[in-house]
Structure formats: C-alpha cells, structure tokens
C-alpha cells in the first residue's frame, strides 16, 4: 500500500522559511519521479516542484524559481521541500506524490499546511 507522510509545515511570516519533509512507503522509491504539489483553498492543486529518481533533473513552477529547493534521500524513501522567501500566496496544503506528467500517480496523503501570514 502506497503511503505519503509530509510534515513540517507551520505559520510563518513573509521572507520566512521551512523545511518540508516526505517519507513514502509501500513502493520502489528510486524508481519514481517524485513531485511536491500544493492545493490552496479555492484553486485546483498544482505541481511546485518534480525531481527524478537520482536528482538529475529538477524543474519548479515558475512562480517557486530562486526560493524553493527540492532534493531527496533515496536511501531513506524521504523527499524534502526547502521554502525561502515565503510569500502570502504560498499558503497551502502540500502533498506529495510520484509525478504522473499530469497528477500524482497514487492516492493522496493529508498533505501538510503551511500558512504565510503576518
């Protein structure tokens, strides 16, 4: 059974930062492109961050490029989330996933909130 457990938001303030993290279970994690999404309320959920299976390749949604950092540990099935320079329109829920091309390729966990708010 595939399971995601993402941890490590909070509230921040603007021009703060966190540190997101993602263990996955029930699959070859290696074999997998793994993505970073986020859902804010209202809006439909959108890829921010993708890395491939060795970390060769990274892409960012625009909107993220120059504060957001995606890296992963293979050996311990985790994928992290580094946020600077947060803004207001980064609040949302961020899951993670393997990146389908177009969604995630399994069910979704409860994601974690991050919330940036003075």
């Known amino acids: 059974q595939v399971q995601f457990a993402e941890s490590g938001g909070g509230l921040v303030q603007p021009g703060g930062s966190l540190r997101l993290s993602c263990v996955a279970s029930?699959?070859?994690?290696?074999?997998?492109?793994m993505a970073w999404y986020r859902q804010a309320p209202g809006k439909e959920r959108e890829l921010v961050a993708s890395?491939?299976?060795?970390?060769?390749?990274?892409k960012y949604a625009d909107s993220v490029k120059g504060r957001f950092t995606i890296s992963r540990d293979n050996i311990k099935n985790t994928m992290y989330l580094e946020m600077n320079s947060l803004k207001p329109e980064d609040s949302a829920v961020y899951s993670c996933?393997?990146?389908?091309?177009?969604?995630?390729?399994?069910?979704w966990g409860q994601g974690t909130q991050v919330t940036v708010s003075s």
């Open positions: 890395i491939s299976n060795f970390g060769g390749s990274i």
């Open positions: 029930g699959f070859s994690f290696t074999y997998f492109r």
């Open positions: 996933n393997g990146d389908g091309g177009n969604g995630g390729l399994w069910s």
